[in-house]
C-alpha cells in the first residue's frame, strides 16, 4: 500500500499568519490526493479533492497543490477555526490510504 | 444532503464479532451516486479505511482486514452495515460511515461512535 507522510507533525501559527503543510506520497498518486480537517471530537471534513479543488463551502484561504509525490495545503491567513489537525489521503491506488496527520496550533 | 448515523454496541469482547450499522437519510442508498463504507481511528491515532460497498452491493476490502470484514446493504431500511470478526484491543476505534460519488474520498461523514474491545 502507498504510505503518505506528513510534515510537520505540529505547526505552530499565529492567527492572521500563513501555514503550509506538506504531504509526501511513497509512489506517484498523480493528482488523486485530498485534505480533510478534524476538529477534537468531530469527523474530518472535507477541504480539498484532485489536489488543488475546494469542496463545496470550503473557504478560498484554503488552497492545495501539487501532483505524483508532493503536495502542500496553504492556509493564507488562520482563522481561529482553522487550528485543528489536518490529514491528507491519497485515492489513487487501493485501499484509499492517510497521513498521520499535522496538528495546527495556535503560537 | 446526506446524512449518516452509525448505531451499535459500544463495547464488545475479544474474539467476538462487533457489528455496526450506518443509517442514511437525505437520500437513497439505492442511488448509483454514491458508495457507501466504513472508516476507524484508534484513540489519537490516525484514520484507516476498512472497506466500500456500491448500492449494487459490490465489496470492497482493505487487504489488512479482508479476512475479518464484512460490509453489506439493506436497501429496505435505508442501512448499510458492518461486521468485524474475531476482535482484539487494537481494533478499539471510533468507526465512521462514509458515503463518496466521484473517487475514493469522502463527502459525507457519520459523526463516529466509539467501540472498545474489552473483557
Known amino acids: 500500500e502507498i504510505v503518505m507522510t506528513q510534515s510537520p507533525a505540529t505547526l505552530s501559527v499565529s492567527p492572521g499568519e500563513r501555514a503550509t503543510l506538506s504531504c509526501r506520497a511513497s509512489?506517484?498518486?498523480?493528482?488523486?490526493l485530498a485534505w480533510y480537517q478534524q476538529k477534537p471530537g468531530q469527523a474530518p471534513r472535507l477541504l480539498i479533492y484532485g489536489a488543488s479543488t475546494r469542496a463545496t463551502g470550503i473557504p478560498a484561504r484554503f488552497s492545495g497543490s501539487g501532483s505524483g509525490t508532493e503536495f502542500t495545503l496553504s492556509i493564507s491567513s488562520l482563522q481561529s477555526e482553522d487550528f485543528a489537525v489536518y490529514y491528507c489521503?491519497?485515492?489513487?491506488?487501493?485501499?484509499?490510504?492517510f497521513g498521520q496527520g499535522t496538528k495546527v496550533e495556535i503560537k | 444532503q446526506l446524512q449518516l448515523q452509525e448505531s451499535g454496541p459500544g463495547l464488545v469482547k475479544p474474539s467476538e464479532t462487533l457489528s455496526l450499522t450506518c443509517t442514511v437519510s437525505?437520500?437513497?442508498?439505492?442511488?448509483?451516486?454514491?458508495?457507501w463504507g466504513w472508516i476507524r481511528q484508534p484513540p489519537g491515532k490516525g484514520l484507516e479505511w476498512i472497506g466500500s460497498i456500491s448500492y449494487s452491493g459490490s465489496a470492497y476490502y482493505n487487504p489488512s482486514l479482508k479476512s475479518r470484514v464484512t460490509i453489506s446493504v439493506d436497501t429496505s431500511k435505508n442501512q448499510f452495515s458492518l461486521n468485524l470478526s474475531s476482535v482484539t484491543a487494537a481494533d478499539t476505534a471510533v468507526y465512521y460511515c462514509d458515503s463518496y460519488s466521484s473517487g475514493w474520498f469522502i463527502d459525507y461523514w457519520g459523526q463516529g461512535t466509539l467501540v472498545t474491545v474489552s473483557s
Open positions: 489521503q491519497q485515492y489513487n491506488n487501493w485501499p484509499p490510504t
Open positions: 509512489q506517484s498518486v498523480s493528482s488523486d
Open positions: 437525505g437520500g437513497s442508498i439505492s442511488s448509483r451516486s454514491y458508495y
